[in-house]
């Protein structure tokens, strides 16, 4: 396994990071345990979730086998906050209300006394003054139950705005973007990944396979195959990222990933895990099998000669499949033909 170093921070993380948001939904608990195992056990370090997904539920599965088997110190746990967890009008969102019992309540769910890396799950309400959320972040910090900080999905004018406030007020400070980043949706590309590597974020990619697309697993003659997230909920935000331009992409892609020896979506992965900036993209197995077939491009690196291919079937910079569709504040979408 690679190790890279992430952002300003020292800390070295997998070049790949074990996304939990199948655990508890798709992914039972026994199965969820047996993951976690072979990814440590293969070398990675990094494991992703959020108080949000599965109700909560991911975060429990995580504490309980952490604790279970003695293996927290060999993990850099990484959680988030942000979506609604209760039905009242203040259990969501950045404030530092919210904020600070939304922490208290994964550190109880993760069975930890600290959380290495708490991500804002998305980007700051306008209404929000950045340093309500920045002062309970450092804090959270100051405490002791929070490492480090980093943000989601947030704009680029957003993160260079947090990283101002910091440093003029002496406060916490990003350290980590984590950004839709797959071929289909390459708009991070423009602002976001030249930010991060001017002021030393690092860029952590959620859906490197866009959602499964790129591996094959959304045929463009059936664009929701029973079993899948979009085929769970066809009106939700999983089928709003599904057109047939992001679908005839993806099957292009597919027919280069022989030449390397390679499954599509192994392919897919390697060439997000290389490109410029890119700390360690979140691969989110549903089954034991999948991770596997992950982990095999876990030392192997992507030449000029497929990051060429893959420019001539989407253009750096553009979009042919919608990913931001749950930022919040992208207004540029894609043909939804």
Sequence with gaps: MEYRILGRTGVQVSALCLGTGNFGWMTPEDEARQIMQAALDAGINFFDTADSYTDGESERII??????????????????????VGEGLN???????????????????????????????????LEIPVEE?????????????????GCSTHPAWQIME?????????LARYVVESS????????????????????????????PLAMGMLAG?????????????????????????????????????????????????????????DQPGVTSPIIGPRTVEQLHEMLAVADMHA???????????????MAVSNFHNTSGW???TVWQD
């Design 91 to 125: 259990n969501r969102g950045l404030s530092r209300y919210h904020i600070m019992r939304a922490c208290e309540a994964s550190l109880r769910r993760l069975q930890t006394d600290c959380i290495d890396l708490y991500i804002m799950h998305r980007s700051m309400s």
């Design 330 to 332: 992208m207004k540029a």
């Design 303 to 317: 030449d000029d000669e497929l990051r060429a291919t893959f420019d001539e079937i989407v253009p750096p910079g």
């Design 217 to 273: 697993r959304y045929p463009v003659d059936q664009p929701f195959p029973e079993g899948s997230r979009a085929a769970a909920n066809p009106q939700g935000i999983y089928a709003q990222r599904i057109n047939r331009r992001g679908l005839q992409a993806a099957a292009r892609a597919a027919e280069v990933a022989p030449r390397y020896g390679l499954t599509p979506g192994q392919l897919a992965l390697l060439w997000v895990k």
């Design 63 to 84: 504490g309980r086998f952490l604790k279970d088997t003695g293996q927290r110190d060999r993990v850099f746990l990484a959680t988030k906050v942000y979506y609604p």
């Design 133 to 149: 959320t920045l002062g309970a972040l450092t804090d959270l910090v100051r405490q002791g139950k929070v490492c480090y900080i």
């Design 180 to 207: 839709p980043y797959n071929l289909l949706d390459r708009r991070v590309e423009n602002e976001r990944i030249p930010l991060c590597q001017k002021y030393g974020l690092a860029v952590v990619p959620w859906s």
């Design 162 to 170: 947090a990283i101002m406030v910091s440093e003029l007020k002496g």
